[in-house]
């Protein structure tokens, strides 16, 4: 009985401390692949400078269509895409892989871009 119970405590020690490694590790984009522009079954490459200007329009409303703050997401989106030409996959987060995106903040300390 003394094993049994000693094997299981070990076992949840182990899983509790590898457990938490795993979630932080997806959070903070370590699964996150980046796609090739030439590859054809990847629609964008997420990189700072990745993008023509053009492209930042379309990007945007992406980044703002779950928000129910339409406009100013888009002005700002915009902008920070003009001067970072990169816009963060998704409708939220990721915007480790636009480190210009990312660190532009206003007056306040607060994120610049949506």
């Not at 629609?43 to 400078?49: A, D, H, L, N």
């Not at 023509?52 to 129910?68: I, V, W």
């Not at 895409?81 to 998704?90: D, R």
Request: charged share 20%; net charge positive; glycine share 6%.
């Amino acid at each position: 009985m003394e094993t049994k119970l000693a094997l299981f405590l070990t076992l949840l020690l182990v899983v509790s401390l590898v457990l938490p490694d795993l979630a932080v590790g997806e959070k903070a984009g370590a699964s996150i692949v980046h796609p090739k522009r030439n590859d054809p079954k990847i629609q964008f490459e997420f990189s700072e400078g990745s993008l023509q200007p053009q492209e930042c329009s379309p990007r945007c409303t992406t980044r703002c269509s779950k928000t129910s703050f339409k406009k100013p997401c888009m002005f700002f989106c915009k902008k920070c895409c003009a001067k970072c030409l990169c816009v963060p996959p998704g409708t939220y987060g990721n915007k480790q892989l636009c480190p210009c995106y990312n660190n532009w903040k206003t007056k306040e300390g607060g994120p610049k871009c949506p």
